[in-house]
């Protein structure tokens, strides 16, 4: 690891001061990504200031809705009563997501801001335009299995890694966040971008802007997510779905659907949604919009598996949403949330 | 001008090898070209107005837009006596350049109270040039080779600063070259004074900051139960509590643990009495090589303190994150099963 300066920070305002004049600087929470990729020295900050003592670790009631603290830790979130009952998509991601360890660890401002697992830009002998801009893009002709199907550009394949990201891109979830040039609000959907030709840049967050809260509406429908990864539990999605689903009666007043693991950002797929609204169930339906969802997608040499593994993956958890089949686990657990998770016996 | 009639090595030999007091070797930094310098105690780089030698190094770096993802980077190592010796350096400042084979390039020692050039220094640079291809990587080659710019990156990036005598213990941020902004230099950095609550009891230590936990507890206070497997968080041998919650010491560095209370595989026996999942662990034969064993019990207590009954699903869930190459996992399942109905 290079070396570098620490401070802890004593309030969000003083966080932003010591981050945001310092290009090389950056903020730390729990660390299972900052510091995992600091040894692999991908990042070699000169400053690190550390937030996790900063007091945002609180879930409190927001309009109807609820106000999620980004110092509050994924396990914390994750057994939360009102998350599991009110947003089980939440608790589901997060609780399918790492190791009961790096869950006691990891926040909720610094997981959706984690980095990409894509093997090359692990590896600073490797060519990557996300982690040294003008190198190129390893993966493009590499082992690119585990890369996009959507939104890929000629300079980066890699996806984003978070379960919870993909939960929340379809809560109409709100990023607060301070900054050197004071606060907003960010719409989840807005917080990532796609690479484009600036793959370095991983979201539409300024240097030194310090997530403080994540928002969740009211939501009184019903939310799910599923996920498949190559082993039963503690390993990233190969990809993922999270559903939202508003109902009117029998019928889906609104649907919201979002797949993870298959692009740089949480893929919402808005004509298979605009499919769904207004529909009563039916596995023809879900069908039909899982067919619809990936019907642009894009493959590489090595991922076009992820093309029926994704809409078997949404058909199911359309199923399963909507009731028409039986959740896999208690709601809000992994066991809800895996396919070929840990269940049985 | 230097004084360079006394050289200190050979140009053109290979350096010995030597150990950096950070425990690293300095071959292991072959690949990239390095600078050495050595100093005499009273040239403390802690002490701005005695880092003029450095300050000058940087200088020479002006006017050169170094990119912020290729820092400057150089460590403030206390090389005590026997490097030094090694080097058949004695009293005078000496600086050295390696080129990425390990070969001295080029040397000048700098007489007291003498500076050396910035344009020496810089010629020498450029004289690498040609031998310097791996420290290219990736980067933008301008014609007939290297760019300056990639290449003095490269270099600054693992450029050591050895100390001679042994004075630079805690040395602090050398003054800053002129362009901060085009030079985000990686700080010499000091290090940190922290208090560590571990089992109960307080210890004191001086770490930098980039020094895990795991590495603080095995190195610093030699406590070794809690081992090291992948180091990247993908294994969970180095789990510990934090707060009561298990956590990867791993991924946890010393400096974010002070003002917490940490618990190691150490600190769960009381006296000769074993702690009951440790007493389930031995009955169960819940290991076989014993590495995971530490991280797997430490997990293993943070999880049943909340004394629920979990099946053995759900256990293997929770469990996760704790790996087992000789695969004990059905008898670490029993011997927590025990303990929850205990
Ligand atoms: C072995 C392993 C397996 C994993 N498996 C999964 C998985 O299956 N699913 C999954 O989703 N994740 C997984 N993770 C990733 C893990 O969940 C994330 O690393 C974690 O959630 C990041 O949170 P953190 O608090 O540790 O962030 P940090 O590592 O501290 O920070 C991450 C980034 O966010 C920035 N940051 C942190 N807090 C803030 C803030 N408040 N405002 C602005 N910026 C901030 C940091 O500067 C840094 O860039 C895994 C990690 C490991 C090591
Ligand atoms: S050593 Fe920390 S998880 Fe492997
Ligand atoms: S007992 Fe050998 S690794 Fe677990």
């Known amino acids: 690891m290079h070396p570098f300066n620490y401070q802890r920070a004593t309030?969000?305002?003083?966080?932003?001061?010591?981050?945001?004049?310092?290009?090389?600087?950056?903020?730390?929470?729990?660390?299972?990504?900052?510091?995992?990729?600091?040894?692999?020295?991908?990042?070699?900050?000169?400053?690190?200031?550390?937030?996790?003592?900063?007091?945002?670790?609180?879930?409190?009631?927001?309009?109807?809705?609820?106000?999620?603290?980004?110092?509050?830790?994924?396990?914390?979130?994750?057994?939360?009563?009102?998350?599991?009952?009110?947003?089980?998509?939440?608790?589901?991601?997060?609780?399918?997501?790492?190791?009961?360890?790096?869950?006691?660890?990891?926040?909720?401002?610094?997981?959706?801001?984690?980095?990409?697992?894509?093997?090359?830009?692990?590896?600073?002998?490797?060519?990557?335009?996300?982690?040294?801009?003008?190198?190129?893009?390893?993966?493009?002709?590499?082992?690119n299995k585990v890369h996009a199907i959507f939104g890929a550009s000629a300079a980066c394949v890699a996806t984003h890694p978070s379960d919870l990201a993909v939960a929340l891109a379809v809560?109409?979830?709100?990023?607060?966040?301070?900054?050197?040039?004071?606060?907003?609000?960010?719409?989840?959907?807005?917080?990532?971008?796609?690479?484009?030709?600036t793959?370095?840049?991983?979201?539409?967050?300024?240097?030194?802007?310090?997530?403080?809260?994540?928002?969740?509406?009211?939501?009184?429908?019903?939310?799910?997510?599923?996920?498949?990864?190559?082993?039963?539990?503690?390993?990233?999605?190969?990809?993922?779905?999270a559903v939202a689903l508003?109902?009117?009666?029998?019928?889906?007043?609104?649907?919201?659907?979002?797949?993870?693991?298959v692009a740089h950002k949480p893929w919402r797929v808005p004509a298979a949604e605009a499919m769904l609204a207004g529909k009563k169930p039916s596995e023809k339906l879900f069908r039909a919009a899982a067919e619809v969802a990936f019907a642009d997608a894009k493959p590489l040499e090595h991922n076009a598996y992820k093309i029926p593994m994704g809409r078997n993956l949404l058909l199911r958890a359309l199923l399963e949403t909507s009731g028409l089949q039986p959740l896999q686990g208690?709601?809000?657990?992994?066991?809800?949330?895996?396919?070929?998770?840990?269940?049985?016996? | 001008?230097?004084?360079?009639?006394?050289?200190?090595?050979?140009?053109?030999?290979?350096?010995?090898?030597?150990?950096?007091?950070?425990?690293?070797?300095?071959?292991?930094?072959?690949?990239?070209?390095?600078?050495?310098?050595?100093?005499?105690?009273?040239?403390?780089p802690a002490q701005a107005h005695q880092s003029s030698i450095f300050a000058h190094l940087l200088h020479a770096f002006d006017g050169i837009a170094v990119s912020d993802d290729t820092m400057a980077a150089w460590y403030s190592l206390d090389c005590q006596g026997p490097?030094?010796?090694?080097?058949?350096?004695?009293?005078?400042r000496t600086l050295l350049l390696l080129d990425e084979q390990g070969i001295l390039r080029w040397q000048t020692a700098i007489g007291p109270g003498q500076e050396p050039r910035a344009g020496q220094i810089l010629a020498a640079l450029e004289a690498l040039r040609p031998i310097a291809p791996v420290a290219a990587r990736e980067v933008p080659i301008t014609s007939g080779g290297l760019s300056r710019r990639t290449f003095l990156a490269a270099t600054l990036a693992t450029a050591?600063?050895?100390?001679?005598?042994?004075?630079?213990?805690?040395?602090?941020?050398?003054?800053?070259?002129?362009?901060?902004?085009?030079?985000p230099a990686t700080p010499a950095v000091a290090t940190i004074p922290i208090t560590l609550t571990i089992n109960g009891e307080t210890h004191r230590l001086e770490v930098e900051p980039r020094v895990a936990l795991l590495d603080a507890l095995r190195e610093n206070l030699h406590l070794t139960g809690t081992k090291k497997g992948c180091d990247h968080g993908q294994c969970g041998a180095c789990t510990v509590h934090l707060d009561g919650q298990s956590a990867l010491s791993c991924l946890t560095l010393a400096v974010m643990s002070e003002g917490r209370q940490i618990t190691t595989i150490e600190g769960l026996a009381k006296g000769a009495t074993l702690h009951p999942m440790q007493a389930a662990f031995v009955k169960h034969d819940a290991f076989q090589c014993g590495y995971c064993t530490p991280g797997q019990i430490m997990a293993a207590t943070a999880l049943v303190q909340d004394k629920q009954h979990r099946s053995a699903a759900e256990i293997r869930e929770a469990m996760s994150g704790n790996l087992c190459r000789c695969a004990a996992y059905p008898n670490i399942i029993a011997a927590i099963q025990e303990t929850q109905t205990a």
């Open chain 1, 11 to 143: 309030s969000p305002a003083q966080a932003v001061a010591a981050v945001a004049p310092a290009p090389s600087a950056a903020f730390v929470a729990g660390g299972t990504s900052q510091l995992d990729l600091m040894k692999e020295e991908v990042l070699r900050p000169s400053l690190l200031v550390d937030v996790a003592a900063l007091p945002l670790k609180t879930i409190g009631a927001l309009a109807g809705g609820l106000q999620l603290g980004a110092g509050v830790s994924n396990t914390a979130a994750a057994m939360h009563p009102e998350v599991l009952t009110r947003y089980p998509v939440v608790s589901e991601a997060l609780l399918a997501g790492a190791s009961t360890q790096i869950r006691n660890m990891a926040s909720l401002g610094g997981n959706p801001l984690q980095r990409t697992r894509c093997p090359y830009f692990r590896d600073p002998a490797q060519a990557c335009n996300k982690r040294e801009p003008g190198t190129g893009c390893a993966a493009l002709k590499g082992i």
């Open chain 1, 171 to 197: 809560l109409d979830a709100q990023v607060q966040v301070v900054g050197p040039a004071g606060s907003r609000t960010i719409a989840f959907p807005d917080l990532h971008r796609l690479p484009g030709d």
């Open chain 1, 199 to 241: 793959p370095q840049q991983d979201t539409t967050l300024a240097h030194g802007e310090l997530i403080t809260s994540i928002d969740l509406p009211a939501f009184t429908g019903r939310s799910h997510y599923l996920k498949v990864r190559e082993r039963a539990s503690y390993a990233f999605a190969l990809v993922s779905c």
């Open chain 1, 246 to 261: 508003d109902m009117d009666g029998k019928k889906i007043k609104r649907a919201r659907v979002a797949l993870g693991g």
């Open chain 1, 330 to 345: 208690p709601a809000g657990t992994a066991f809800a949330a895996s396919v070929g998770g840990m269940g049985g016996e």
């Open chain 2, 1 to 44: 001008m230097p004084d360079e009639s006394r050289p200190p090595f050979q140009v053109g030999a290979h350096v010995p090898n030597c150990l950096l007091p950070n425990g690293s070797y300095l071959h292991d930094l072959r690949g990239q070209p390095v600078i050495l310098a050595f100093a005499p105690d009273e040239w403390n």
């Open chain 2, 83 to 92: 490097v030094a010796a090694q080097f058949n350096i004695t009293d005078q």
């Open chain 2, 160 to 183: 050591a600063l050895l100390l001679l005598a042994g004075a630079a213990e805690a040395a602090a941020t050398v003054t800053p070259p002129k362009h901060p902004a085009s030079m």
